[in-house]
């Protein structure tokens, strides 16, 4: 347990991070005493019973990170006093109820991860409120009601996961505004409409799940304008396939269990009467949930150098084993280089196209201000150069 008079005694501290260390029972109300607090870094522990409303009381705070515990009820509205907040991580806990509606307040917010969780509301739409913000994950929660169109006046907008909730109508037409958008993940949900053309504004755009809904009609020909597309799944709706831009390259298990699809012969689906497709050749892997910091973390034993398997100009390569066992590669970006974003993006796109027996896919990416991180299919027995990856 942490000792509830450490709030007493360290209220000049900037910085407290203590993720990952065992911690079990509930967090000290006294931890709101830490009135210098920036940083805040309490991950990967065993905390227990509810967010204390202590925590408004630190007005300094910028980064909150609790994620990977085991914190109950609501998330205090309390919280959205904390106006110089960038960063919170409460994803993968056991948080209930609605979100607070005051989340517009928090207008420095750039990362929100809440997934994960039990949550039961709708999105406040005070949330899109914030114009800063990059990154929202809410998905793998019970989050219900219409998508807000409201969401598209973020333009900052990067990455947005709202997979596996209960958001039922139409997908907003608003979407199409967010012309800095990378990921956009919406799969098993309710929704009921068809893809919009206003998505092929999404320049930017390298994945878009969409799959397992109610979505119906064809896949607007805008679509094909995407050419940084990598990832595009509509499997288990109801549309027919273009076939130009990216979706020339996608696989067939991107459209499978669409009753009423046609397209290429690629696809496995029936063909479109009075169209002809060309046959493509190669195929995109397929991504996976969120890969966090604190998994990476332990998988690389707190980046330990006996993990390390390489190192270059760039980043370092470790070997990394995950709590279930799997083995990976893990190539971490040294931010202290001004290239490291740039080299991040582009690497990713490049190496989600290798197959080599040594790496065979992209398996996820651990992308936060803190972390840049590719997370690597790895074959012990391959001898592919390590320097292609540094």
């Known amino acids: 347990m942490l000792p509830k008079a450490l709030g007493n005694l360290l209220t000049s501290l900037e910085v407290f991070h203590a993720s990952s260390c065992g911690i079990k029972g509930m967090i000290p109300s006294e931890i709101g005493n830490m009135s210098n607090l920036i940083w805040l870094e309490m991950g990967g522990n065993n905390w227990i019973r509810t967010i204390p409303d202590t925590f408004s009381q630190l007005r300094k705070l910028q980064k909150l990170s609790l994620s990977e515990n085991k914190l109950q009820g609501s998330i205090p509205d309390t919280?959205?006093?904390?106006?110089?907040?960038?960063?919170?991580?409460?994803?993968?806990?056991?948080?209930?109820q609605q979100l607070p509606t005051c989340l517009g307040n928090l207008t420095s917010l750039r990362e929100f991860y809440l997934d994960s969780n039990l949550l039961t509301s709708t999105i406040p739409s005070t949330l899109w409120i914030s114009k800063e913000i990059q990154i929202v994950d809410m998905s793998y929660n019970f989050l219900n009601g219409s998508l807000d169109p409201e969401m598209g006046n973020i333009k900052s907008m990067r990455e947005l996961y709202l997979s596996r909730n209960q958001f039922s109508g139409e997908i907003p037409?608003?979407?199409?505004?967010?012309?800095?958008?990378?990921?956009?993940?919406?799969?098993?949900?309710?929704?009921?409409?068809?893809?919009?053309?206003?998505?092929?504004?999404?320049?930017?755009?390298?994945?878009?799940?969409?799959?397992?809904?109610?979505?119906?009609?064809?896949?607007p020909r805008s679509l094909e304008k995407l050419?940084?597309?990598?990832?595009?799944?509509?499997?288990?709706?109801?549309?027919?396939?273009?076939?130009?831009?990216?979706?020339?390259?996608?696989?067939?298990?991107?459209?499978?269990?669409?009753?009423?699809?046609?397209?290429?012969?690629?696809?496995?689906?029936?063909?479109?009467?009075?169209?002809?497709?060309?046959?493509?050749?190669?195929?995109?892997?397929?991504?996976?949930?969120?890969?966090?910091?604190?998994?990476?973390?332990?998988?690389?034993?707190?980046?330990?150098?006996?993990?390390?398997?390489?190192?270059g100009s760039i980043g370092s390569i470790y070997k990394g084993i995950f709590s279930d066992g799997m083995i990976v590669a893990i190539k971490v970006f040294n931010?202290?280089?001004?290239?490291?974003?740039?080299?991040?993006?582009?690497?990713?796109?490049?190496?989600?196209n290798i197959r080599h027996k040594n790496l065979l896919k992209v398996i996820s990416n651990c992308s936060n201000l803190d972390l840049k991180a590719l997370v690597l299919e790895y074959m012990p027995n391959g001898n592919l150069n390590k320097s292609a990856l540094l």
């Open 173 to 219: 037409s608003t979407i199409g505004q967010l012309q800095n958008l990378v990921n956009l993940t919406l799969s098993k949900n309710l929704l009921h409409s068809p893809i919009l053309e206003s998505l092929g504004n999404l320049i930017t755009l390298q994945y878009m799940d969409i799959s397992k809904n109610n979505l119906y009609g064809e896949i």
């Open 79 to 96: 919280l959205c006093n904390l106006e110089n907040m960038f960063f919170i991580d409460f994803g993968i806990n056991k948080l209930s």
């Open 227 to 311: 050419k940084d597309l990598m990832y595009f799944n509509v499997s288990f709706n109801e549309r027919e396939i273009p076939n130009g831009g990216p979706f020339k390259n996608l696989s067939a298990d991107f459209f499978k269990g669409n009753r009423e699809l046609c397209g290429a012969s690629q696809y496995k689906v029936m063909p479109c009467k009075g169209i002809h497709f060309f046959q493509a050749q190669s195929t995109f892997p397929i991504t996976v949930k969120r890969i966090s910091y604190y998994e990476v973390l332990n998988a690389t034993n707190k980046f330990d150098e006996e993990s390390m398997i390489g190192i």
């Open 335 to 352: 931010l202290d280089l001004k290239s490291a974003n740039k080299s991040f993006d582009t690497e990713y796109h490049i190496l989600c």
